[in-house]
């Protein structure tokens, strides 16, 4: 099966305006692009100087399109209330009519500082206790029973979270982390889709998706494995490899809206069959 083309970039500068981001993804959709995933950062490092909230965004990409299926890729979610996320997520997936991936990683400070000149915790080990709690929480809340959760660093007590997520049993989540570190490729595993960070190969995407299919509990079940390519890059190759989505991305310093307008244009390298019409 063809792997779904998406759109991938920063909300920086020049597409830090969120209307010219929700015409952007009109556009993607009329040029055949199966979605459009944006960065989910509070700062950068120079020369970046202006920088875009991912949720206010995403919710004007939800009203300009129709079938474009979105989200951040990936948010680092321990430093966000995870019943406020809880809200968030599933108001915008009502929004786009079921249309929301959610990709969580543990992020990090050493680009932009955005950690330590915030106050959040800048230890990892503690992100990913906080990360996999918010997970549970956001299952939970997504299921729209009442949720009773005193953990280490989260208590929700007795909170129903209505409306549910169009989605069911709730948004799809996908983790970012490092191929070989163990831990996060775990918690992929118990998600519904992995991506993996800084590639250096076709090889190793191929290898990294057989370790998460051996940590899965059922590898024949739907998973979606994710995969930044270059413009030029074999998708059939990637797709023999695994891969579900090829995300397309670009330089953060020197991204332009004239270079992503372009590869927009140009379309992606597959097309998504329309869905047949019925009745």
């Not at 549910?164 to 996060?184: E, K, M």
């Not at 739907?222 to 074999?234: G, L, T």
């Not at 797709?239 to 090829?246: H, K, L, P, R, V």
């Not at 597959?270 to 019925?278: D, L």
């Amino acid at each position: 099966m063809n792997p779904r083309c998406a759109l991938w970039f920063p909300l920086f500068d020049a597409l830090a305006d969120l209307l010219v981001v929700a015409r952007l993804a009109a556009e993607a959709e009329e040029a055949g692009w199966s979605g459009l995933f944006v960065w989910d950062h509070l700062r950068w490092r120079e020369p970046v100087t202006e920088v875009a909230d991912p949720w206010i965004t995403l919710a004007a990409v939800a009203t300009a399109t129709e079938r474009l299926r979105f989200g951040p890729m990936v948010s680092a979610i321990a430093r966000r209330r995870p019943a406020k996320l809880a809200r968030e997520t599933a108001t915008l997936d009502r929004l786009s009519g079921g249309r929301l991936t959610l990709g969580v990683g543990l992020g990090s400070d050493r680009f932009a500082g955005e950690f330590s000149r915030t106050g959040e915790e800048c230890d990892d080990r503690v992100r990913g206790r906080m990360l996999d709690e918010s997970l549970e929480i956001l299952a939970a809340a997504w299921s729209g029973e009442t949720v009773h959760h005193r953990g280490e660093h989260y208590t929700v007590d007795g909170v129903r979270f209505l409306p549910r997520p169009v989605q069911r049993p709730g948004v799809p989540v996908w983790a970012a982390a490092f191929p070989g570190n163990i831990r996060p490729m775990r918690r992929a595993a118990r998600l519904d889709g992995f991506f993996p960070v800084n590639l250096t190969s076709l090889d190793e995407f191929a290898a990294a998706v057989g370790q998460v299919n051996a940590l899965r509990d059922d590898p024949s079940a739907p998973y979606d494995f994710a995969v930044e390519i270059e413009r030029d890059a074999d998708v059939a190759a990637y797709a023999e490899a695994g891969a579900t989505w090829c995300l397309t991305g670009f330089d953060p310093e020197s991204i332009s809206l004239d270079e992503v307008r372009g590869v927009l244009r140009e379309g992606p390298a597959v097309r998504e069959r329309p869905s047949p019409v019925v009745g």
